[in-house]
């Protein structure tokens, strides 16, 4: 079962700040969080693995709570650059594959 | 280059002739997977392999056939394509630290 990611879309103009949620109704091992621009693969931003961690890539951040089951990617000051559809990917317990959401399409307007 | 290579990049075929989309990587990963990607349904997996003749389904295989012979390959075989086979599909590879890695895509339609 894929898990679901909210919002599905999302307008900013640049410099604001955004949050992608990604919920699971499985016990998760890890979560990753992927950038595909249109035309392109996905790209890897972070995996982020079970213990409540926080991660962060300049001003891309991201959290994983495993007792809610849930993880989100913060996006702070957004930049023009940041356009994009995210995915995030869930990897559960007993299985040996990654599960992708339906994704968030971001679009920054100058 | 670290890289994953997926030929052909689009491909036009007629329901019932099999076709042969080609994956290969050249960073010695063991874990290798193939995505369709459709409008509103995100990534959804259709087979992955942990190794060399190892393979296993994933969440949407009907339809599709893969081998992994060699570890650096893993083909996608459609026997009998079908219009609802029309998608664009992804090749990822993987090493221990889980990040994949994604080919280029291959845009498919089935007519």
């Known amino acids: 079962q894929q898990p679901v990611q909210s919002p599905q879309a999302v307008i900013l103009r640049e410099g604001e700040d955004a949050v992608i949620n990604c919920s699971s109704s499985k016990a998760l091992y890890s979560v990753h969080w992927y950038r595909q621009k249109h035309g392109e693969a996905p790209v890897f931003l972070m995996i982020l693995l079970k213990g409540g961690e926080q991660k962060g890539h300049e001003k891309i951040s991201a959290s994983f709570n495993e007792k809610k089951q849930q993880s989100s990617l913060y996006l702070t000051a957004s930049q023009l650059s940041y356009s994009g559809t995210y995915f995030c990917?869930?990897?559960?317990?007993?299985?040996?594959?990654?599960?992708f959401g339906t994704g968030t399409r971001l679009t920054i307007i100058p | 280059e670290a890289q994953v290579t997926q030929n052909p990049r689009y491909l036009i075929t007629v329901t019932g002739k099999k076709l042969t989309v080609t994956c290969s990587q050249n960073?010695?990963?063991?874990?290798m997977s193939w995505y369709r990607q459709d409008p509103g349904l995100g990534l959804r997996q259709i087979y992955y392999?942990?190794?060399?003749?190892?393979?296993d389904k994933g969440d949407v295989p009907e339809g599709y056939k893969v081998s992994r012979k060699e570890k650096r390959n893993f083909p996608l075989i459609l026997e009998s394509p079908s219009p609802n086979q029309t998608s664009l599909y992804f090749c990822?590879?993987?090493?221990?630290?889980?990040?994949?890695?994604f080919g280029s895509g291959t845009q498919l339609s089935v007519l």
């Open positions: 960073m010695n990963h063991e874990y």
């Open positions: 990822a590879s993987s090493g221990p630290s889980g990040k994949l890695f």
């Open positions: 392999s942990m190794n060399v003749e190892v393979t």
């Open positions: 990917g869930t990897w559960d317990f007993g299985n040996e594959k990654l599960t």
